[in-house]
């Protein structure tokens, strides 16, 4: 009996269509499922990269006042002759380029308001008016971003003299 069965087992036939069918199923699983695995792995490293990012610790920041407080408290090695650096005729000497500064911008403001003033009053006679005022608004906007350059520009300017204790004195007797 048991020879029937052996019997029976090699006359079982399979054709190739069916085999490279199954072989090919196979195939595409195993990819499929090895792609998918490097997917989640990179999900997993993305995941614990925003957690480490989500968790940063400012607790070892330093605040601008840390450092000027820093940098005035680091002791003069020896007597150092300031003559070469900025002495208060220097510093008012950049004051006074600002405040030319400023004039001159306030200056630019007065025509360019007299320019605006001018061609309101001509509105009516030439509709032409339109492009200028486009420009003095442009021109405006300038004198703006000049002006919190040059407020901007001050205040690191006495920000850095006043870490020296002649200039801080200076700023307090005159300001």
Request: hydrophobic share 45%; proline share 3%.
């Amino acid at each position: 009996m048991s020879d029937d069965v052996v019997d029976q087992l090699k006359k079982i036939q399979v054709s190739k269509l069916t085999l490279g069918l199954v072989g090919s199923i196979i195939f595409v699983s195993a990819v499929v499922t090895w792609n998918a695995a490097q997917l989640a792995s990179r999900i997993d490293n993305l995941e614990a990269s925003v957690a480490a990012i989500e968790v940063v610790d400012t607790s070892n920041l330093v605040t601008t006042s840390q450092l000027l407080a820093a940098i005035q408290a680091i002791p003069a090695p020896a007597p150092v002759d300031l003559s070469h650096l900025a002495t208060t005729d220097m510093v008012e000497s950049l004051v006074a380029v600002e405040q030319a500064a400023y004039e001159d911008l306030s200056d630019d403001l007065g025509d360019i308001q007299d320019s605006v003033a001018h061609l309101l009053a001509d509105a009516d006679h030439e509709p032409a008016w339109v492009e200028p005022l486009e420009e003095i608004q442009e021109r405006l906007e300038e004198i703006g971003w000049e002006l919190g350059d040059l407020w901007w520009r001050t205040d690191m300017s006495e920000q850095a003299c006043r870490t020296r204790k002649w200039c801080d004195d200076w700023y307090d007797e005159n300001w």
